[in-house]
């Protein structure tokens, strides 16, 4: 019996450690996580990491010091290009690895690798976009640029060297979670993320959206409501600028354009939120010289998508943000100038109708010819599965993303991309490797070498702001621009008809740029880039005015500017949009017919002073009054299941408000009455109020904007509990200090230029990406409130007046 209660008792003991070593879904092998040696506890890190550490590195060619200051950034102190890279990659894939990992997995469309079938059709979309195919056309210019492949590589060796040092005990939290292990880092990863950033902030479009609408309603209802670049007069290059150049001869327009198309889905842009970028020439500084200033605008994320970092060789000294998984700095300064960015918003996305021959699909109709289709393999591994083998067409134009019945129901993303349509995007393309605009812009001392930087860039196209101690600043807004004919992409295109292509590429000396121009400030807010004089078709939409107004009404009066003044104008809150629409909304209000809490809320909206600070009642009311407006007035009419359309820009809504009040659109066609704009206006905002009252209960604290907006910063990979906590201050869609959701500014910077240029920034995050570092999200509470961290620019390593809290040798072997 004893013999038989041992044998049990081993047979349970062996079954439990099996399982406890066992990953089920979502839940990591326990025994290995909660391991007291190895598990998770291992993750925790004290408040400070204190002291110095030498470490011999393999592959250096010289000594490096780095030094961290306060914050976690790192101060590299390099003797040439490979060992500043080396460095660079080391140190990031220290703090940041997982997020690395994470990230270039995901663009790749590699997950299923380590989530399982859950991941598959993720997976498909990424491949079937041309992600790998945009990736590897990259790696291939590389190749024939040495000097940007040396870093490329420089910065993976370092990387690697931090990868080949680890144990299991060692890895990021989110590795024993998901129980998987790193992988070395290779080149191509570098790739991979800068095609997601492409994808991030030029991957969408509206023309299926249009061709549904034009179908509906035809041309002169979809032009009224969706006009070309209007409602802006206020681009980002002042209006009146001469263009010294002579243009290459645009395509005109062909005939029959645009046609009615078929149903059809894509993913819409997202209105109202985006980036601000600005400089100022010395005459309206205090000290004589510009202040350069950028907020970009993104989805915020723990950890954040930027990691900040300087880098010091006998070459070049320079400061700012990077992105973890690529070498150099994106946004930053040196001690000769400064550069920020903000998206362009431009077309550079169409899709094609693609006609096969047969229903074997292998020829596709072009130029009155029959072309060859050529057919990708993707290979997809899946934990716990078999590998999958998925087949993807690929025209002139690029790849079909879904034929007929390959789309599947749970991916919302691939519910929004047509069928039959092949994708034409600059992201597929390499005609230049912008990590070289960054390499050149952090070595730059003046504005040819900017301008030379700028040459080097292709995508997502940006508009580059600039400043130097030279009292030079400029704007460009730069990247590959197509040459296209008037309104070329707005809606769906013919792929048979080669009338319908690209025409090549508008040079790049030719985009559009001002330097030091007499208003004394450049500017943008993701606006329309210029006026009707520039002789380039860009695109049809771009972001709503309201910040770039508020902006340069701002610039326009200010004074003597300082580094707070700069900084308190980042952190605005007020709405142009509210200045707008506000005086038609309460006139049109009728109180006699209000409810004793609806009072309280006209009178709490109608004393508003239209600024999105945390504690305003008014904000609360009026956000959701004019968001439940929108619908009111568009959704019986764009709201059809089947044939998805998309609603008019909230600028038109504004024109509707104060230019034609007895508009058609008013009216809704459900009902058998017909409502005016009055109608509408007073719906809505008894709506606003209903919202309100029902989520928040009677009026008062509770309605107050920071806490109805409040919401946290998730996890990249939303993992419970390792988002920060809520997040309670202004800000709008409308304002300077855009936020939306998780959509806010990304990174804060303000640069003084001057002998040594002072830097000041701050981001909603931490440096370290592991949820049990003080530094992990330590710099929130500064973002938050509006405050700015000092750039710790230093000359030398050894410098006393900076904050040190640790030192790191790297010995070379």
């Not at 370092?158 to 292990?181: A, C, M, Q, T």
């Amino acid at each position: 019996m004893k013999i038989v209660k041992a044998a049990a008792f081993f047979v349970f003991a062996l079954i439990l450690v099996i399982v406890l070593n066992t990953k089920f879904g979502k839940i990591p092998p326990l025994l290995r996580f909660l391991d007291p040696f190895a598990g998770f506890w291992q993750n925790a890190e004290p408040g400070e990491i204190n002291g110095s550490e030498n470490l011999a590195m393999k592959g250096l060619k010289e000594n490096v010091e780095i030094v961290f200051d306060e914050h976690l950034v790192p101060h590299i102190f390099a003797q040439n290009d490979y060992d500043a890279y080396y460095a660079q990659g080391y140190i990031t894939a220290k703090y940041r690895l997982w997020q690395m990992d994470f990230q270039t997995r995901f663009a790749a469309g590699r997950l299923s690798e380590v989530v399982g079938p859950a991941a598959i059709e993720l997976d498909k979309y990424q491949r079937r976009m041309g992600m790998g195919y945009g990736a590897e056309n990259l790696m291939k210019a590389l190749e024939k640029n040495p000097e940007m492949k040396a870093i490329i590589n420089a910065y993976a060796d370092g990387v690697n060297s931090y990868i080949r040092s680890l144990s299991p005990k060692n890895y990021p939290i989110e590795f024993k979670i998901l129980d998987y292990n790193p992988e070395l880092w290779k080149p191509i990863n570098t790739a991979y993320l800068l095609k997601m950033m492409s994808a991030t902030l030029a991957g969408g479009s509206d023309e299926f959206y249009m061709s549904n609408i034009l179908k509906k309603f035809g041309k002169d209802v979809t032009t009224n409501l969706f006009p070309d670049v209007t409602f802006q007069d206020d681009p980002i290059i002042p209006k009146g600028i001469k263009w010294d150049f002579k243009p290459i001869k645009s395509p005109v327009v062909p005939a029959g354009y645009p046609l009615n198309t078929t149903d059809v889905h894509t993913a819409e842009r997202r209105e109202g939120i985006g980036s601000n970028n600005w400089a100022i020439s010395g005459e309206k500084s205090a000290s004589g010289l510009p202040i350069l200033c950028n907020d970009p605008h993104l989805d915020l994320s723990l950890p954040s998508i930027w990691f900040q970092v300087q880098l010091h060789t006998p070459q070049m000294n320079v400061y700012g943000v990077s992105l973890p998984g690529s070498p150099c700095v994106v946004i930053g300064f040196n001690q000769d100038v400064a550069w920020g960015v903000t998206n362009t918003g431009s077309d550079v996305l169409d899709w094609y109708s693609v006609t096969f021959k047969d229903a074997s699909q292998n020829q596709y109709k072009y130029d009155n010819k029959w072309l060859n289709v050529k057919r990708r393999i993707e290979t997809i591994a899946v934990r716990g599965g078999k590998t999958i083998k998925d087949t993807v067409i690929y025209t002139n134009h690029g790849p079909v993303v879904y034929l007929d019945k390959q789309k599947p129901k749970q991916l919302r993303r691939a519910q929004n991309v047509p069928t039959g349509y092949a994708l034409r995007w600059i992201a597929h393309d390499a005609p230049n490797i912008d990590v070289a605009t960054f390499y050149y812009l952090n070595r730059a001392k003046n504005y040819e070498d900017y301008r030379k930087a700028l040459t080097y860039y292709s995508s997502p196209a940006q508009n580059f702001a600039f400043a130097d101690n030279k009292n030079d600043i400029a704007i460009t807004s730069n990247g590959y621009f197509p040459i296209k004919w008037k309104e070329q992409g707005k809606f769906l295109l013919d792929g048979s008809n080669p009338v319908n292509d690209w025409q090549g590429r508008i040079p790049v000396e030719q985009n559009p740029t001002v330097k030091n121009p007499k208003r004394k400030f450049v500017s943008s807010a993701n606006q329309v880039l210029t006026d009707q004089t520039y002789p380039y078709y860009l695109g049809w939409e771009y972001a709503p005015n309201d910040r770039a107004q508020r902006i340069n009404r701002k610039l326009t009066v200010m004074d003597k500017a300082t580094i707070d003044s700069m900084r308190l104008m980042q952190d605005d809150n007020y709405s142009v949009l509210a200045e707008n629409m506000m005086p038609v909304l309460l006139s049109n209000v009728n109180r006699e017919n209000l409810s004793a809490s609806e009072g309280e809320a006209f009178y709490r909206v109608r004393k508003w002073n239209k600024f999105y600070n945390s504690g305003e009642i008014g904000a609360s009311i009026f956000e959701i009054w004019q968001a439940a407006l929108k619908l009111e007035i568009w959704k019986d009419d764009f709201d059809d299941t089947d044939l998805p359309m998309r609603f008019p820009l909230r600028a038109r809504m504004v024109q509707l408000l104060l230019k034609e009040p007895n508009s058609k659109w008013f009216d809704n066609i459900h009902t058998p009455q017909k409502e005016t704009m009055q109608d509408d206006i007073e719906k809505s905002f008894k709506f606003a109020v209903d919202s309100l009252e029902r989520k928040f209960g009677p009026i008062g604290k509770s309605w107050e904007w920071g806490n109805v907006k409040s919401r946290p910063i998730n996890h990249l990979a939303a993992m419970p509990g390792f988002g920060s906590k809520k997040i309670l201050n202004g800000g709008s869609s409308a304002s300077i200090n855009a936020m939306s959701d998780n959509h806010g500014p990304s990174w804060r910077m303000v640069v003084a230029l001057g002998k040594t240029s002072t830097g000041y920034g701050v981001y909603p995050g931490g440096q370290s990406g592991n949820p049990g570092s003080f530094y992990y999200d330590d710099m929130v509470n500064t973002w938050m409130t509006g405050k700015l961290n000092t750039l710790h620019f230093m000359q030398t390593p050894g410098e006393k007046s900076v904050k040190i809290i640790r030192t790191v040798n790297l010995k070379s072997k």
